[in-house]
């Protein structure tokens, strides 16, 4: 199964992008709050030379625009949800468990949209 953040999901120490940019096929890197996101939340709780950790939320019926990670990033799930996904044309709808744990590779670039119950996670962005 593909491992993409939907949060945030978006996570990472990464550059803004408007919106012109999100029909490009290959968009900028974003942060959390940089490119379309609508019903999400993000809060910084640990941020140094070596990692940034956010604190992440993605409401019923949110969604994150296309946007690429800038940097390896780790997802560690606190709450259950379901998260469609589309990533090189493809979209599938992951569901995930309290405990869950994903990766985003830098570079990696895709959508999303909560078609579950909220979402909380944690993000370790890697420097």
Known sequence: MRQLLTL??????????????????SPPATQPGGAVFTGMTFK????????RVIRARMDVGA?????TH??????????GGEIEDTADGKTIVNRWKPG?????????????RNVGAAVDVVLVALK
């Open 8 to 25: 945030a999901a978006c996570v990472a120490v990464l550059v803004g992008t408007s919106a012109a940019r999100l029909s490009q096929t």
């Open 70 to 79: 800038g940097s390896d990033t780790i997802v560690v799930h606190l709450s």
């Open 100 to 112: 869950d744990v994903e990766f985003e590779a830098r570079g990696s670039s895709h959508s999303a």
């Open 44 to 51: 910084t709780v640990l941020d140094n030379d070596k990692v």
């Open 63 to 67: 969604r994150e625009a296309l946007h």
